[in-house]
């Protein structure tokens, strides 16, 4: 009953920057979350922001602290994750999805995901 769809995502140059964004849609009854985790080749999923939905505080780890920025637009339903000086290393597959509960980190604790978008970032 929850759908989301990523985009934004493409291949930049070190120090650059990119906004992808996460449509959502369907019907949630529960307080939830939602986050963005990206992957890599030959790596675990791993957390990169989350925010509640109705609003508040965000949360980033700590390898992206002070360079992303997660943030919505309610009335476009749409959570966005703002990456500026951008590092080889956060090269990825990145997703958002939707924690039906409390805040988590953990990607098992996400039940609803979207199809993921490349991002790609040139030394």
């Known amino acids: 009953q929850v759908q989301l769809v990523e985009s934004g995502g493409g291949l930049v140059q070190t120090g650059g920057s990119l906004r992808l964004s996460c449509a959502t849609s369907g019907r949630i009854f529960n307080i939830y979350y939602m986050g963005w985790f990206r992957q890599a080749p030959g790596k675990e999923r791993e957390f990169v922001a989350a925010m509640p939905w109705s609003g508040g505080g965000t949360a980033y780890a700590d390898s992206v602290k002070g360079r992303f920025i997660i943030s919505k637009d309610n009335a476009k339903n749409t959570v966005y994750l703002q990456m500026n000086s951008l590092k080889p290393e956060d090269t990825a597959f990145y997703y958002c999805?939707?924690?039906?509960?409390?805040?988590?980190?953990?990607?098992?604790?996400?039940?609803?995901w979207g199809q993921g978008t490349q991002v790609t970032v040139s030394s």
């Open positions: 999805a939707v924690r039906i509960g409390t805040y988590s980190t953990s990607p098992d604790m996400y039940k609803y």
